[in-house]
């Protein structure tokens, strides 16, 4: 027989070495978002500091901008992991997502200043595609604010089906607020959208397509938020189950959809990177969809293949590297490939960020 080491109880030592397990990926989890922010920051910087041409000027202030998305994910990461590790009181429920709506804020405002500083097409574009993701940013912050009451998703399985939210969670009121919130991102990023193609030049048309990819995924994270709000509250039906699903799926096929129309419709070298960067937003939307999959399939059930979800959004973020990689080669004999090539790479980091975010999802909800 072998002796328990300093007569401490065996199931003692596993807890605590469990516990010392969680601690470690939490600070994983939340790392990853951090740490994509960082490459979106520093690569950006890194391309402003090239040559000073057009191409260099809206791909590194559009990879730049991309680092609020990633803190926002950040925001939304910490808000969970400090529910499930004990670690979380008044003061991180107020300060995690109002940080990632000032850096959503910063975002929108650097973006009309950039799209009003100089009257050039270059400046229009980053603009106008900073503005929308600032308007992404805010969507996924308002994901936080919703998960602030994420523990609870687990007490109102416990009550009976559409009987009442348990105490503590969202009121009606707020829970409305927190969908309506994405929905008027969306609704704001397609009017703009709509003005820009209306201008009938060519910075509108590459600002306005990728304003509505940008939209597209704001609509996606409606989905997002009101599964999590609905499900906190207990007015989560099964009929609604993969409606959610069905609506970021949608949005995911509208851009690719669109992205390869743009790129196919015309031999039009200005069409390149608006087609590309299309298609990439709609791999963020489907890393989007792994999230309200997993919210879906375990609400009231078991779905043994939960911890396989994950996985989608590691293949959107190798699929747009894989890609990006396709178009910095092809960029040596056509130029017009240069800003797509290199935002796919900052749309790759985006993608990765959210398996972070998919991954905390996984491990609250087992």
């Not at 304003?211 to 999590?228: D, E, F, K, M």
Request: glycine share 10%; net charge neutral.
């Amino acid at each position: 027989m072998t002796s328990k080491p300093h007569g401490i109880p065996s199931s003692y030592r596993v807890r605590h070495e469990l516990d010392n397990m969680n601690r470690t990926m939490s600070i994983i989890f939340r790392a990853i978002p951090l740490l994509m922010g960082a490459v979106c920051l520093s690569y950006g910087l890194y391309i402003l500091a090239g040559p000073d041409d057009a191409d260099h000027f809206i791909a590194g202030h559009v990879t730049v901008g991309l680092s609020a998305i990633c803190y926002a994910l950040f925001t939304t990461a910490a808000t969970i992991i400090r529910q499930l590790i004990n670690r979380y009181g008044r003061v991180w429920e107020v300060i995690l997502p109002l940080s990632g709506y000032v850096a959503a804020a910063a975002a929108i405002l650097w973006g009309i200043v950039l799209a009003n500083r100089d009257n050039t097409p270059e400046n229009l574009t980053a603009g106008f595609v900073v503005i929308g993701v600032g308007l992404v940013a805010a969507c996924v912050s308002t994901v936080a604010a919703a998960s602030t009451k994420f523990t609870l998703i687990q007490s109102a399985q416990l009550l009976e089906p559409l009987g009442g939210p348990p105490e503590g969670a969202h009121t009606r009121a707020v829970g409305t607020a927190l969908i309506i919130v994405p929905g008027a991102a969306a609704a704001a990023g397609f009017s703009l959208a709509t003005g820009l193609l209306l201008r009938g030049d060519i910075p509108g048309f590459v600002a306005g397509h990728v304003l509505i990819g940008l939209s597209a995924i704001c609509t996606s994270l409606i989905s997002l938020v009101a599964s999590i709000v609905r499900q906190v509250r207990n007015v989560f039906s099964d009929g609604e189950r993969f409606a959610w699903a069905w609506l970021v799926g949608a949005a995911g096929m509208v851009n690719l959809l669109l992205g390869l129309f743009v790129l196919f419709s015309s031999n039009e070298p200005y069409r390149l990177a608006p087609g590309c960067v299309l298609i990439g937003l709609g791999l963020i939307c489907f890393s989007i969809l792994s999230k309200v999959l997993l919210l879906a399939l375990v609400w009231r059930r078991t779905f043994a293949l939960a911890n396989r979800i994950p996985l989608m959004p590691i293949g959107t973020a190798l699929t747009c590297l894989f890609f990006a990689a396709f178009l910095f080669e092809a960029a040596g004999t056509e130029p017009a490939f240069f800003v797509g090539a290199h935002v796919l790479v900052g749309l790759g980091a985006v993608c990765f960020t959210l398996f972070s975010i998919v991954s905390i999802l996984e491990e609250g909800t087992s």
